[in-house]
T-cell receptor, first 117, second 115 residues
Framework: DQQVKQNSPSLSVQEGRISILNCDYTNSMFDYFLWYKKYPAEGPTFLIS?????DKNEDGRFTVFLNKSAKHLSLHIVPSQPGDSAVYFC????????????????FGKGTKLSVKP | DARVTQTPRHKVTEMGQEVTMRCQPILGHNTVFWYRQTMMQGLELLAY????????DSGMPKDRFSAEMPDATLATLKIQPSEPRDSAVYFC?????????????FGPGTRLTVL
């Protein structure tokens, strides 16, 4: 029973175009969402996050959108660059001590993004 | 440049052997996590510690896995005996509580292959 789902295992995009990575969640207690980026042979690194009180957060070429009613978030990368090629993990967290939550992150299975020159 | 370190980076062993993976968290971080990454399950939380005390190890197969923090600078994950299905990349992460969630900085991982 996956609480955080990334239904697209892979995505291929042309350099300069927009990459859109999607993530769905089932637990309505989640109030904090993060995206991590992972290169081969390295650990995941934090990319961008959003709190449930917002519906958009932007950091340079990266924007995360949150649709709470649909329990859906997406990561937009504009413009995409070959160096963005990596696996992107969506993660979510519920408040500590709310419904048994310990504030830990629940990760999706990841989407492998390939940006072609 | 503070980072989480993990040793070994790669480990190949035979079924039935004991495997020990080590992690040095970032200095000052009081929370340490162990994750396993597989193609089928993605990133699974195995166990985590706060101030060296184990808080949750429900994600770990209890009969063969054990996790400890002998001191604040070392966390270990042990598998005994190892099985082929344990083949995966094991990540350690460290962090500090940030309001309602636990921040996490990941190490480079230990790639384990059990033959």
């Amino acid at each position: 029973d996956q609480q955080v789902k990334q239904n697209s295992p892979s995505l291929s995009v042309q350099e300069g175009r927009i990459s859109i990575l999607n993530c769905d969640y089932t637990n309505s207690m989640f109030d904090y969402f993060l995206w991590y980026k992972k290169y081969p042979a390295e650990g995941p690194t934090f990319l961008i996050s959003i709190s449930s009180i917002k519906d958009k957060n932007e950091d340079g070429r990266f924007t995360v959108f949150l649709n709470k009613s649909a329990k859906h978030l997406s990561l937009h990368i504009v413009p995409s660059q070959p160096g963005d090629s990596a696996v992107y993990f969506c993660a979510a967290s519920a408040p500590v001590n709310y419904g048994g939550s310990q504030g830990n992150l629940i990760f999706g299975k990841g989407t492998k993004l390939s940006v072609k020159p | 440049d503070a980072r989480v370190t993990q040793t070994p980076r790669h480990k190949v062993t035979e079924m039935g052997q004991e495997v020990t993976m080590r992690c040095q968290p970032i200095l000052g971080h009081n929370t340490v996590f162990w994750y396993r990454q597989t193609m089928m399950q993605g990133l699974e939380l195995l166990a985590y510690f706060r101030n060296r005390a184990p808080l949750d190890d429900s994600g770990m197969p209890k009969d063969r896995f054990s996790a400890e923090m002998p001191d604040a600078t070392l966390a270990t994950l042990k598998i005994q005996p190892s099985e082929p299905r344990d083949s995966a990349v094991y990540f350690c992460a460290s962090g500090r509580p940030q309001g309602s969630y636990n921040e996490q900085f990941f190490g480079p991982g230990t790639r384990l292959t059990v033959l």
